[in-house]
């Protein structure tokens, strides 16, 4: 009898993200379900691919080859537990490492690969301290020499484990051993051979092994053959029910084998049809689960290969989002703190503009008035009518520059306000028109009404100072994308547009301020035009 070091233990039932898979493949293993138990391990394998955990990744691989040896795929088997020695490191657990050993040396066996088979064992031998384990090793380099036919070296080395105590206490793989051992006598002509396969079979029965049960049965059937044919074939058919309790084919045909050749000529062909049916079906299924094995994982490496791509694609799209995101946020912020420098020189500007009219304007008439009242006679009626026409002018300066920087309404008297600030501009000379008739006020944001009532009033300023006009238009028109703002004037113009613009430096910034173009027209005699766009993000109109 040969048996599988199963003494693996995982560590998967501490990683959440393996959980599901690994618990369906345990609960599957356990009920005997192999293909679905082997596609769970394949998937729990291919998750800890995925996520580079090579420590959990041995277990998988190593039930996944359990299941090839359980189903007589030694080919399989091979290749599979194979696979696990590349993973195998200095921190490997030596449980791990000596179930590759002797399940390489139980798949090189079932394949007539002796020597290999040999050599895998006694590597698995050294590595375990386990006593059991080393027992159950030996016991397959036994087997090994049985299936050699070196009964001899059999015989040396189960003798070397008999009286092994951690073997007898457990009797499953105790009387394995000993039923070994009997067959192996049994073959030497050894008359202590029945007695080692009788007490095999009782300890079989007090555990109720029925594997163990259906090998026993197929020793004493061979040990009877020329003796005894008919205790051998009662033993046999006993082999054959055994065999089909536990639905093992390589028992069934072992056994009808031993049927057909001690039964008599018509009841021999009626077994040996069923020993020939029976191997031609196993054939095919073995060759059916062999292809299942290989489809699995063919089917779950493609898997896998999706998995990373979607994982790829998943990152990709984090990735660029949060590149979006740190993209915009980053422009949001530049913007912000150009519109904020823009805003602080606006302000320093108009400090500035405002500061030198107070110097230019009202200043020296401030300065003269003083003067003039303190060297002139103020009883004389003329002096105190100049006095009083010059603190007036001081007033009306005063009061325009007020005007000019005062606070802005922008609530529901916007329009009239602006329209009354622009009509006060209106003279004798010169008339001023005025299109606000489709410009929504109230959808448009404080801000931007504010920068429109300032920059009108410095062009009217700018007019009134340098003009010479006439006639002044002024038009705020709702454009698709833009509101516009046209000024024009038929004042005298002028070809030193440079000049100009520096004149009006303040309303080119108010402008750029809030991402708005301006254009300045004009020439000598043809008078002064202004286009202005604000774009629509910023208005509501």
Request: charged share 25%; net charge positive; glycine share 2%.
């Amino acid at each position: 009898m040969i048996f599988s070091l199963f003494a693996c233990e995982s560590n998967i039932q501490n990683n959440s993200l393996y959980l599901n898979s690994y618990n369906k493949a345990e609960e599957l293993f356990d009920a005997a379900k192999y293909d679905a138990a082997f596609y769970y391990y394949q998937k729990t394998k291919l998750l800890c691919e995925s996520e580079n955990d090579f420590e959990n990744i041995m277990y998988p691989i190593l039930m996944m080859s359990e299941i090839q040896r359980i189903k007589n795929d030694y080919s399989g088997c091979e290749e599979t537990v194979t696979e696990a020695l590349k993973y195998v490191t200095k921190n490997t657990k030596k449980s791990y490492i000596t179930f590759i050993y002797n399940n390489l040396g139980i798949a090189l066996l079932e394949q007539a690969n002796y020597n290999e088979a040999q050599k895998y064992y006694e590597k698995s031998l050294a590595i375990t301290s386990d006593a059991v384990s080393k027992c159950i090793i030996q016991n397959n380099i036994a087997y090994s020499y049985i299936k050699q036919k070196k009964f001899g070296k059999a015989k040396t080395v189960l003798e070397s484990i008999l009286n092994n105590n951690a073997l007898k206490a457990n009797l499953k793989e105790y009387a394995r051993v000993i039923d070994n051992l009997g067959y192996v006598l049994f073959q030497l002509n050894d008359k202590n051979a029945l007695n080692y396969l009788q007490l095999s079979k009782q300890l079989r029965e007090k555990e109720n092994d029925v594997f163990g049960l259906t090998a026993s049965y197929i020793h004493f059937a061979e040990f009877y053959e020329n003796n005894n044919p008919n205790i051998a074939k009662n033993n046999a058919l006993k082999a054959y029910e055994m065999a089909k309790i536990t639905n093992n084919t390589d028992d069934k045909i072992e056994a009808l084998q031993f049927i057909t050749k001690l039964a008599a000529d018509d009841e021999a062909k009626q077994f040996a049809l069923q020993t020939f049916n029976l191997t031609d079906s196993i054939k095919l299924v073995r060759q059916r689960e062999k292809n299942e094995f290989a489809k699995i994982k063919y089917d779950s490496k493609e898997a896998l290969k999706e998995l990373k791509k979607q994982k790829q694609l998943k990152e990709l799209f984090v990735i660029s989002i949060i590149t979006v995101f740190g993209l915009a946020l980053f422009i949001f912020y530049r913007i912000k703190k150009t519109n904020k420098q823009k805003i602080r020189e606006t302000a320093y500007q108009t400090e500035t503009r405002i500061a030198k009219k107070l110097h230019d304007e009202l200043a020296n008439d401030v300065h003269n008035a003083i003067a003039f009242a303190e060297t002139q006679n103020l009883e004389n009626f003329t002096n105190k009518e100049t006095l009083l026409e010059n603190l007036e002018t001081i007033y009306n300066r005063a009061r325009n520059i007020s005007n000019e920087n005062k606070s802005i309404d922008t609530g529901t008297n916007y329009i009239e306000k602006l329209k009354i600030m622009l009509t006060t501009y209106n003279s004798e000379n010169r008339n001023v028109i005025i299109n606000l008739a489709h410009f929504n006020a109230s959808k448009t944001p404080k801000e931007i009404k504010i920068i429109i009532y300032r920059v009108l009033q410095e062009l009217m300023v700018n007019m009134k100072k340098h003009s010479q006009c006439t006639l002044v238009s002024i038009a705020i028109i709702p454009q698709k994308k833009v509101l516009q703002i046209n000024y024009s004037d038929n004042g005298k113009g002028t070809n030193n547009l440079k000049n100009l613009k520096n004149g009006l430096q303040n309303v080119e910034n108010r402008i750029f301020s809030i991402n708005g173009t301006i254009i300045f027209d004009t020439s000598p005699e043809n008078g002064f035009k202004v286009t202005i766009e604000i774009p629509k993000q910023h208005t509501y109109v």
